[in-house]
């Protein structure tokens, strides 16, 4: 069985005043589904909703990666 295909719009918003670079991924006026830090030249991307750890070579993958996990676990 297979699920009917549901476009997801958000919102990657950069943080400033961390010790590495990071970014937030949101759904607008909704909430937080996690954050991605570049540590190493890898993107660490951590789930707001139990703090699952993904990484991967690109900002554009880790974000991927969290709208994966998100409408598979969370939503």
Do not use: M, P, R
């Given at each position: 069985m297979s699920k009917?295909?549901?476009?997801?719009d958000v919102e990657v918003n950069e943080l400033k005043g961390?010790?590495?670079p990071t970014w937030e991924v949101v759904i607008p006026n909704k909430k937080s589904?996690?954050?991605?830090?570049?540590?190493?030249?890898r993107y660490r991307?951590?789930?707001s909703k139990n703090s699952y750890v993904l990484f991967a070579k690109s900002l554009?993958?880790?974000?991927?990666?969290?709208?994966?996990?998100?409408?598979?676990?969370?939503?």
């Open positions: 009917k295909t549901q476009n997801i961390k010790g590495v589904i996690g954050l991605i830090e570049k540590i190493e030249g991307a951590t789930t554009e993958s880790s974000i991927n990666d969290l709208l994966s996990y998100f409408t598979l676990h969370e939503k």
